[in-house]
Structure formats: structure tokens, C-alpha cells
């Protein structure tokens, strides 16, 4: 069974920095893309960064500059190290990959179960 497992997520101080972790484990044959997205309580998941496997990045504009999203192909692993940190960044982290199983005929749109990232003094 393949899986997503997230970690590096916990409490920070405004303008501190907390780098996440998400690798893929399992039959894995190849991975595309890979991306976060989060979700602050009361509101929808929301896209924050994508890389592909080449490695074009993308950002929402609110995160530009502070994030970067980064990959380790022979890890299956991908990153996302957040500086300058903000209270409004503060999420439940979640990874998202596009993965093609060893056998399989097509990419499959995989979820990790969330990182808690909580900004606040």
C-alpha cells in the first residue's frame, strides 16, 4: 500500500521557521507532482506550493518570498521549508502527490493524514 506520512509540523513563534516533510512510501513505480495545501480551522483547503518532477515550482502569492517547496526523487520526499512565519499561516499541512504505482496504468491523486503548524507567541 502506498502512503503519504507528513511531519516536522508543531508550535512557532512569529517569524520563525519549521521545515515539513512528506514522504512517499510503498510500490512506487514513479511520482509527478507533489504539493501542500492547508487548511486553517473554519475554512476550506486551500493550495500552497507545487513542484514538479523536473522541478518547477509554483507558490500562492501569500507565501512567496517565505516558502520553498523542494523534492529528493530517490527519497520519494518532498519538502517545504516555511520562514518568517506568520499567525495566518497557522494550518493543519497537508501532501498531496500524483503516483503511479509499480503495475499500475495511471497516476493516482494521493492525501497525507496532515501536519498541525501552529504560529503564535
Known amino acids: 500500500q502506498v502512503q503519504l506520512v507528513e511531519s516536522g509540523g508543531g508550535l512557532v513563534q512569529p517569524g520563525g521557521s519549521l521545515r515539513l516533510s512528506c514522504a512517499a512510501s510503498g510500490s512506487i513505480f514513479s511520482i509527478g507532482s507533489m504539493r501542500w495545501y492547508r487548511q486553517a480551522p473554519g475554512k476550506e483547503r486551500d493550495f500552497v506550493a507545487r513542484?514538479?518532477?523536473?522541478?518547477?515550482?509554483y507558490y500562492v502569492d501569500s507565501v512567496k518570498g517565505r516558502f520553498t517547496i523542494s523534492r529528493d526523487n530517490a527519497k520519494n520526499t518532498v519538502y517545504l521549508q516555511m520562514n518568517s512565519l506568520k499567525p495566518e499561516d497557522t494550518a493543519v499541512y497537508y501532501c498531496?502527490?500524483?503516483?503511479?504505482?509499480?503495475?499500475?496504468?495511471?497516476?493516482?491523486?494521493?492525501w497525507g493524514q496532515g501536519t498541525q503548524v501552529t504560529v503564535s507567541s
Open positions: 498531496n502527490a500524483d503516483v503511479l504505482y509499480t503495475g499500475g496504468v495511471s497516476y493516482r491523486d494521493l
Open positions: 513542484i514538479r518532477t523536473g522541478g518547477t515550482v
